[in-house]
């Protein structure tokens, strides 16, 4: 049986499948107060939350475009339609969602790996959650895995509103303001104390309309002693107009518990991917961050751990990969705030065909946080002469007691490397498509089977010069 990693065992058209506009409700483009009580209106919420919105609305058009990185002059807030939702409400059986929508979520495989390897998935298509469903065995340990607008307005509305948006909040930046205004759709999860969730949780996200955009909202509490494993899947057909996702994950990770997010980012290059993503860990716990991203045509995103508790770790594991017309600015940032804290970032990335890919990280270590260790690794691959990569690091350290080290690569495909594997009766693309495979192999290697898998099909692709 041919490896599942060949080029031919996987066709980009997956992705760009486009489904015909059939919404139940599409908000008009634009960003006013009216719109924000329009989607407040819609999704039926307490009046608490509508306030939040319309007070996220001021901060935003109070504040600055951001101007230190990647341009997103293109894209125009007066052409996005913020709120779209499929004609359909939310299902706990996948069997009652409606076909035209099932028949996506299956051709991207989701159905498919919840049966084998999850023990729950969440579906978003466009600004709604689809689909939400956790195993019986699972839920039976006392874990709650919802769509997070059905836990707003039920029996954890009060834990959703003790734990939103207080970690990324609506002043933080301008596109968190935004979020706060706009967000829809998304998931909760808590797992309670002492609890192991062997097998992971997933949320896929999809963005079908064209000129829209996606604004989910990822809430996760794992409680002491506790671990999870959660799975972050997105991406969205190409179209000619620009597309957006300013979607927003806070993750609390309290006393000694330990929590793997996983992220494979496979937007279309019209997408502007400007995501917020944050974590706070308490004494003694964990948080794990694996991330690919391909596609989209700009990228902003630097998942942020605070380590608040001592003895609190964080592991940073990513790749890029930005090929034509792409610029992609990503990395990673993490705060040292207890004592004995640790803190490792490591991270690849590839450019081709004029692609840009920037590495930006921020390390922190307070006065209080003594005898903290933080070490950043990043090595970047340019295939071209045309491409581009930077390195971007930035340290703030307070204490004279804390072990700090930064290393960068920045290089190029050997033409020796290339020549020995040709001599070995290999063609210069399937040599190249080696190398660039083998640069990667540790990212993959922290994902589940599945998602390696997609993460190396992606990479080949890339390496063809086919997707997007």
């Not at 690794?377 to 007691?401: G, H, Q, V």
């Amino acid at each position: 049986m041919k490896e599942k990693t060949y080029v031919d065992d996987i066709d980009r058209t997956i992705y760009d499948i486009k489904n015909d506009d059939k919404d139940a409700y599409h908000i008009e483009a634009g960003l006013t107060p009216q719109i924000i009580e329009k989607i407040s209106d819609e999704k039926q919420e307490p009046i608490w939350m509508r306030e939040f919105r319309l007070k996220s609305l001021k901060i935003y058009n109070e504040m600055a475009v951001p101007d230190w990185g990647p341009s997103i002059e293109g894209l125009d807030m007066d052409h996005i339609a913020t709120y779209v939702r499929p004609n359909t409400k939310m299902h706990g059986k996948w069997s009652d969602v409606p076909e035209e929508i099932k028949d996506t979520f299956e051709r991207l495989g989701i159905p498919e790996a919840e049966r084998k390897s999850l023990a729950g998935v969440g579906a978003q298509y466009d600004s709604e959650m689809v689909y939400h469903h956790v195993k019986a065995e699972v839920e039976a340990q006392g874990v709650i895995y919802s769509d997070i607008d059905s836990a707003l307005k039920g029996e954890y509305g009060e834990m959703i509103r003790k734990h939103f948006m207080k970690l990324v909040k609506p002043n933080d930046h301008k596109f968190a303001a935004l979020h706060g205004a706009v967000w829809s759709g998304g998931s909760f999860v808590y797992v309670p104390k002492g609890v192991s969730v062997e097998i992971p949780l997933q949320s896929y996200f999809r963005l079908n309309a064209p000129g829209a955009g996606q604004f989910e909202h990822t809430m996760i509490i794992v409680d002491e002693g506790a671990y999870l494993h959660f799975i972050e899947g997105c991406s969205a057909p190409r179209y000619s107009v620009a597309n957006l996702h300013a979607g927003c994950v806070e993750l609390f990770v309290h006393k000694n518990a330990k929590l793997r997010y996983s992220t494979i980012e496979n937007w279309s290059k019209n997408m502007y991917n400007l995501n917020t993503k944050r974590a706070l860990v308490e004494e003694g716990g964990t948080i794990e961050w694996v991330s690919g991203s391909f596609g989209s045509h700009v990228s902003y995103l630097y998942p942020m751990s605070i380590l608040n508790g001592k003895n609190a770790k964080m592991e940073f594991t990513g790749i890029t990969f930005a090929g034509k017309g792409q610029n992609l600015d990503t990395g990673a940032k993490v705060v040292h705030k207890g004592e004995n804290t640790s803190s490792y970032i490591n991270t690849k990335s590839i450019s081709k065909d004029g692609g840009i890919s920037t590495f930006r990280s921020s390390v922190v270590i307070g006065k209080e946080a003594k005898n903290s260790k933080s070490a950043v690794s990043c090595e970047s691959l340019m295939l071209d002469a045309i491409s581009r990569s930077d390195t971007i690091p930035a340290m703030d350290i307070r204490t004279n007691d804390a072990d700090v080290g930064h290393e960068a690569q920045i290089g190029r495909i050997s033409d020796e490397a290339i020549f020995y594997l040709m001599s070995r009766g290999i063609s210069e693309e399937e040599a190249k498509s080696m190398i660039v495979s083998g640069f990667a192999d540790n990212v993959s290697k922290e994902l589940p089977l599945e998602y390696a898998l997609e993460m190396n099909n992606l990479i080949q692709l890339e390496m063809q010069g086919s997707i997007g």
